[in-house]
């Protein structure tokens, strides 16, 4: 009989096409699952607790599937030296229910969005390079802290997306900076496709004064009619999904 498994894994995002599988193309979710099935010698199929866009990394990633038969000795060790480089397996865990869903279950995501101010050779592919003397910190700041006070999000939202609604708990957000960098950090029990890149994008806009506080107000409240049309997303690279949390799983943040 098929048992479950979660298996908790990384990946910088820069080579894939993204997190899912698509036709001619190189995913992280095509290449785990022909590591799988060579470990475990049988057809495997993985379902991922999100869906990251191409270029955007992971931290922490949880994923499902099915197996028959005993874990194959040193699990950890062995998939992992199938892997490439840039995707690795940190733990297995068998002690999940035999519905329990990677994707439907997780009741906690924490994404972490990074900008560097000088050019560097080292960081183009895990931050965004934005010189901070353009921005207004504090008005980015001020539009930082109206987030928590809605739900419906669906001036950010991707088109093209399978959400039956708009709502999202945003737990918590902050904004970090020093003098070479600056973070933003959301938290929210699930998010809308594209959504995080669009909320820094909107926010850099208003650090930028391209966009009002009252025009961003007014974005969150759907009522900014020419928000469509100046909108943009950031960049991919400096996006990471950095934390998710099961409530029948303990001690999920490495």
């Known amino acids: 009989m098929a048992k479950r498994y979660f298996i908790e894994i990384a990946y910088n995002g820069t080579k894939y096409c993204g997190w899912q599988v698509q036709p001619k193309q190189i995913t992280v979710q095509s290449v785990l699952t022909d590591a799988l099935k060579t470990i475990f010698n049988q057809p495997i199929r993985t379902i991922g607790c999100g869906r990251t866009d191409s270029g955007v990394h992971a931290s922490q990633f949880f994923v499902h599937f099915d197996a028959e038969g005993d874990v194959p000795v040193n699990f950890v060790f062995r998939i992992n030296k199938i892997l490439p480089k840039d995707i690795a397996v940190y733990r297995l865990i068998d002690s999940v229910p035999a519905d329990a869903s990677t994707r439907f279950d997780a009741t906690y995501r924490a994404y972490t969005y990074h900008i560097h101010f000088e050019k560097s050779p080292f960081l183009f592919e895990q931050s965004l390079f934005y010189p901070w003397q ?117 001690d999920m943040k490495r």
């Open 134 to 250: 353009q921005l207004h910190i504090n008005a980015m700041q001020e539009a930082v802290n109206l987030l928590p006070q809605y739900k419906d999000f669906r001036m950010f939202c991707k088109s093209g997306g399978s959400q039956k609604h708009y709502l999202c708990n945003i737990f918590s957000v902050e904004m970090l900076i020093n003098e070479q960098k600056m973070e933003f950090h959301i938290a929210a029990n699930r998010f809308l496709r594209g959504m995080i890149r669009r909320v820094v994008g909107a926010i850099l806009m208003v650090g930028k004064g391209k966009l009002s506080l009252e025009e961003f107000k007014e974005t969150l409240e759907n009522k900014n009619a020419r928000f469509p049309t100046i909108n943009k997303a950031v960049a991919p690279q400096g996006l990471f999904l950095t934390e998710v949390r099961y409530d029948y799983l303990e």
